[in-house]
């Protein structure tokens, strides 16, 4: 019962429930294009708020709340990091603000509505003199826009400001002095989905068409007449009405009102047109934008101004006139897809004949010397940039040019430049491999569909597959709805999903939920893994969005397998929602279960309330509602004991080993398992900055073995469920030490005593280790090695103090890196093993004993400073 869209090859987008990224990479031994790559969808995500804007903020530890200027630090989805004005580089004093909730307002506003304008006591102490701070402050022109701060716009992204059934209007493709508006049907992660006005009714070819959001065609309304542009529908369209019918059409388009917020959010994203230098009858290379699978010679048919010029595609048969302006496309000197004469040739590329060429093997010099012509010289053209995140094999999802409603798995075959060659998969009829550029806006990161609710075109599976011994949790009685439910009713639940597909604001589309760190994690997750996950997930598709945060949630646990048993749906549970499988990896075990999911968006708030009391942690850990500094539930005053009672979830039988099953303990030390490669995380996270992947597999656990294991029968756990915390940290810790202690361990030096709160801070900070003697046989337990104690906390070091801590580990030729980058204390809790791999240039056996120190250090400082 999966969505599907035919295609006008056959082929259909299938629902992209139907497919897994993470399985298909693995079994076709592959890895994605990383997230950063894609640059367009991070820029779709932006509020439009960007670091180095100063706007005006309310003072709330002033007595009469009066307001003050305060520049952006740094912008984290809806969450602002801002600094009083004053402060200068000293940023002691930065807080972080809710753009959505806190009182924010353009620079002048205090002004103009007769506010009070006041620093805090801090810019005071500093500049006792402090209107002329303020004066200097309101005559830059650096404010933030007075529409991103606006309660309909504010804290929305670009991609939600375009919603269905807005206007837009389209340049023309072959004249740039044209335009025609058309409307917005369906938005798809920015992707529109587009209607030329005066087409109702008409077929949807050529009425209709996708381009993203930043495609250069696409404007605001009002543009055309602001720039002096004619409205005249395409030459393609114009034969389906006649003129007086196309001339109301045009009055419509004159009376759209102008939308201030949409036309600051397409103007600023927009980069700027240089100039060139082409003159017409200049001969060059060119890929066919109709159909992109070849490089072949073009023409410069026309030079309109200094910005654009019109190209158009080689044919030596005599063609008639309007059919070469069906060849023929719209260019300016940093347009894809034009190369100078010879590019194929010097990278070792086939170049293709135009049709009608007499001859075997095509020649520059002797094409050149036919037609009388000139070759437009290689200044002309903008210099290649070298980086890019792009490999051959890697894959990602990219648009089908034939049927651009449909969406592929593609693979990269070739990279030549800034240009790569793409395998399309799925497809019934076999296609010639596409050739795009690197910064296409119809390519996109795996898991793009998913996250954006889009059927994925993907390759079927042959019909005999491998056997898999695979065990799954009461397969029967969860993969088939109650006998309760008729059919009909579960074929509506599943059309309504289709219907769906997570777009736009409705029953079915789940709000953003928070993870809120600082909330109490209770036994079963592990703290700082929950502190690296992203501030939020979604909104989307409701199935969708909490698939993605319950495989978080079981990703953070310290026994990924005992938190999927508590999330899996029960024997006697009533069927409310979706079942979803849910997947687990824990010492070289697969599990499997099935978890129910609410669908619809007056259930979701219940629902993650519910599955915080199920993991005993507090019921603010993640949800809808975001916490920014105290939890309601006071949670960080209660003990993990008081706190389970809290919860309601004491249990009157405590778990221990399923009968057969065997201990980690022997001799009171855990067994190291086999350590396995870990995989990435597939998912795309909206709004997240930081950057390609983040594991999906939790450190210090290996990947699983291929098998998967029942949950009911054996999920290797400890007698002791309450100690899980303590046996996971250990079992960890050796793990990572076990990779990081050198061949021939030195001395530990003595412990230092953990300095009491109120210790006046030193110059420097202190670190040094707990020596752990070997405990004996009769030992049941053994503490986690190589405690850190810091004298400090790691927010308040300076880029010295972290390169004389790195100096202090064995990864000391390392410190030069962090001095260079300037990695404070601040930044060096950030840190994970694919931003150290990425930004450090590291190889996998340096960065994880690297990220095993900075994990020491995050330890310490949740034990000793964040409780």
């Known amino acids: 019962m999966s969505q599907e869209t035919p295609d006008s090859d056959g082929d259909c987008a299938q629902d992209v429930a139907d497919f897994s990224w993470d399985d298909y990479l693995e079994e076709t031994e592959a890895v994605a294009v990383p997230h950063h790559a894609f640059k367009h969808v991070d820029q779709g995500l932006q509020t439009g708020l960007t670091p180095g804007m100063k706007l005006e903020v309310c003072v709330r530890s002033e007595a009469d709340a009066p307001y003050w200027v305060a520049a952006i630090i740094t912008t984290c989805g809806q969450l602002l990091l801002l600094r009083y004005e004053g402060y200068q580089d000293d940023r002691r004093a930065d807080f972080w603000c809710d753009i959505m909730t806190a009182d924010l307002h353009p620079l002048g506003w205090s002004r103009q509505h007769g506010k009070t304008m006041r620093p805090p006591e801090g810019v005071r102490e500093k500049h006792p003199e402090w ?32 919603t269905a059934g807005c206007y837009v209007e389209l340049q023309d493709g072959v004249d740039p002095r044209s335009a025609w508006a058309a409307e917005v049907e369906e938005n798809v992660g920015g992707r529109l989905k587009l209607r030329l006005l005066g087409t109702e009714g008409l077929p949807d070819t050529p009425a209709t068409l996708w381009l993203f959001y930043l495609h250069p065609r696409l404007h605001p309304p009002g543009w055309a007449k602001e720039q002096g542009c004619t409205l005249r529908p395409p030459s393609e369209l114009l034969a389906l009405r006649s003129e007086e019918e196309w001339e109301e059409v045009r009055q419509r388009i004159s009376d759209l009102p102008e939308d201030d917020a ?50 158009t595609m080689d044919d030596l048969c005599g063609i008639e006139e309007s059919e070469a302006a069906g060849r023929s496309f719209l260019c300016h000197r940093d347009s894809p897809g034009i190369f100078p004469a010879q590019w194929s040739l010097k990278n070792g590329l086939p170049l293709s004949p135009p049709p009608g060429f007499q001859g075997s093997d095509f020649d520059w ?126 074929k509506q639940q599943i059309a309504n999903q289709s219907e769906t597909g997570g777009q736009g604001n409705g029953k079915y589309c789940c709000p953003k939920i928070y993870f809120n760190h600082r909330c109490f994690s209770g036994p079963y997750l592990n703290k700082g893994r929950i502190s690296e996950l992203p501030q939020f997930i979604g909104p989307g598709n409701c199935v969708l969005v909490l698939k993605e945060v319950l495989t978080l949630l079981i990703n953070s646990a310290y026994k990924p397998s005992r938190v999927l048993r508590e999330l899996q749906l029960d024997q006697e549970s009533r069927w409310q929602g979706h079942g979803e499988t849910l997947k687990a990896k824990y010492k070289g075990k697969s599990y499997r279960a099935t978890v129910e999911i609410v669908r619809t968006a007056d259930r979701v708030a219940d629902f993650c309330r519910k599955t915080c009391v199920k993991l005993e942690c507090c019921p603010n850990l993640f949800g809808p509602r975001m916490v920014l500094e105290h939890c309601s539930e006071n949670c960080s005053v209660l003990t993990k004991t008081k706190y389970t009672y809290y919860c309601g979830k004491k249990k009157s039988k405590r778990v221990g080993r399923p009968p057969g099953g065997h201990t980690n303990l022997e001799g009171g030390v855990k067994r190291r398992g086999r350590r396995r490669k870990r995989r990435k995380q597939l998912f795309v996270h909206k709004k997240r900055r930081s950057s390609a992947s983040v594991d999906n597999t939790p450190a210090g656990s290996p990947q699983g073995s291929g098998e998967e294991e029942d949950l009911d029968e054996d999920d290797s756990l400890s ?16 793990q990572s030490v076990e990779k990081s202690q050198p061949a021939t361990p030195s001395p530990s030096p003595p412990p230092t005593p953990r300095p009491s709160r109120r210790r006046r801070k030193p110059r420097s900070p202190s670190f040094s280790d707990d020596e752990n003697h070997p405990p004996s046989p009769k030992t049941s337990k053994v503490e986690p090695p190589q405690k850190l104690c810091l004298d400090t906390s790691p927010l308040e070091w300076s880029v010295s103090d972290v390169v004389r801590f790195i100096r202090t580990t064995d990864c000391a030729p390392l410190a030069r890196i962090f001095l260079d980058q300037e990695i404070d204390g601040q930044a060096l809790l950030l840190l994970n093993l694919p931003t150290v791999q990425e930004c450090m240039d590291l190889k996998l056996g340096p960065a994880i004993k690297l990220c095993h120190h900075i994990e020491r250090v995050k330890l310490a400082f949740y034990q000793q400073f964040a409780t």
């Open 131 to 162: 209107e002329a701070v303020l004066e200097k402050a309101l005559a830059e022109e650096c404010s933030a826009p007075a529409s991103l701060l606006e309660t309909p716009q504010r804290g929305r992204d670009p991609v939600e400001l375009l």
């Open 262 to 311: 949409l036309t600051a959010e397409l103007a600023k994203d927009q980069p700027a047109v240089a100039d060139h230098c082409f003159k017409d009858g200049m001969k060059l290379e060119a890929v066919d934008p109709a159909a992109p699978i070849s490089i072949r010679p073009a023409t410069v048919t026309k030079v309109f101004d200094e910005k654009y010029f019109l190209v």
């Open 365 to 490: 010099a002797d094409y050149l010397k036919q037609c009388e012509a000139e070759a437009a010289p290689q200044h002309c053209f903008p210099v290649e940039q070298g980086e890019h995140g792009f490999k051959e094999a890697m894959k990602l999802e990219a648009v089908n040019p034939l049927s651009p409603e449909n969406i592929h798995v593609a693979t990269v075959t070739r990279v030549k430049g800034q240009y790569l060659w793409l395998s399309l998969e799925g497809l019934k009829q076999p296609m010639p491999e596409l050739i795009v550029h690197m910064d296409s806006l119809d390519i996109f990161p795996v898991s793009w569909c998913e996250t954006n609710g889009y059927p994925l075109v993907y390759p079927i599976k042959p019909s005999v597959e491998k056997e898999r011994k695979i065990a799954v949790v009461q397969p029967e009685k969860h993969r088939t709805p109650p006998k309760s439910s008729s059919p009909d009713a579960v």
């Open 719 to 734: 007698e002791d469920t309450g100690s899980e915390l303590q046996d996971d940290l250990q079992d960890d810790s050796e």
